[in-house]
């Protein structure tokens, strides 16, 4: 299995500004996914990261607003770019191992913008 | 494109009872869809609880299984006696076949235990 944290799990912030969230898993990984939850939803796929190549971004979801990195095999940034009330949802990353079809999730990152 | 239908939540079960959990799937570009059950306690992250990847094959864990039915587009999830501990909610996914993919969920269906 992988095992995935993320940091930070929680944060406030002001609308207009931005904020990073980061993803180390412990062992490498080709592919990183990054969802988005609203409260009581569904999770939606918002984009995959592989390394060394740009974000792929599902539809309703732009590099502009969410920029994603992936410098290396084991980590993966989202950014959340002029943050707005709207935004305010959990944020996880996902990956799976070698060998496995299902994903690993980490703890996931709750986001308020106020 | 591809979508997954279950239960709307919240559901109340009372221990020793049994639950079911609905779940159908539509997947348009997908012949065999990867099919899961993830589970997220009170307080903790987001689990795999169970998963089948071959149609007509069933998974079994924590005394919930589901069946893979290609034909009805179904994965529903059942338990044959609830107890306190499985408060949660839980999710029913799917991927694509054959190798580690993004997951396409459900909107989850909250499970609340009560005494009988």
């Known amino acids: 299995s992988v095992l995935l944290y993320q940091k930070p799990n929680r944060d406030i912030c002001q609308s207009g500004t931005s904020l990073k969230i980061q993803c180390v898993a412990d062992s490498q990984v080709v592919s990183m996914f990054w969802y988005q939850q609203f409260q009581e939803q569904s999770l939606m796929l918002m984009a995959t990261a592989n390394e060394g190549s740009e974000a792929t971004y599902e539809s309703g979801f732009t590099k502009d607003k969410f920029p994603i990195s992936r410098p290396n095999l084991t980590f993966s940034t989202l950014t959340v770019n002029n943050a707005r009330p709207g935004d305010s949802s959990i944020y996880f990353c996902s990956s799976s191992g070698t060998g496995y079809a299902e994903q690993f999730f980490g703890p996931g990152t709750r986001l308020t913008v106020l | 494109g591809d979508s997954v239908t279950q239960t709307e939540g919240p559901v109340t079960v009372s221990e020793s009872e049994s639950l079911i959990i609905n779940c159908t799937y539509s997947?348009?570009?997908?012949?065999?869809?990867?099919l899961f059950w993830y589970v997220r306690y009170p307080g903790e992250g987001l689990q795999l609880l169970l998963k089948?990847?071959?149609?007509?094959q069933k998974g079994s864990s924590r005394g919930f299984e589901a069946t893979y039915n290609k034909e009805t587009t179904s994965f529903h999830l059942q338990k044959a006696s609830v107890q306190e501990s499985d408060s949660a909610v839980y999710y029913c996914?799917?991927?694509?076949?054959?190798?580690?993919?993004?997951?396409?969920f459900g909107s989850g269906t909250k499970v609340i235990p009560c005494l009988p």
């Open positions: 089948v990847i071959t149609a007509g």
């Open positions: 996914a799917l991927g694509e076949t054959g190798f580690a993919s993004a997951l396409t």
């Open positions: 997947a348009t570009s997908i012949a065999y869809p990867n």
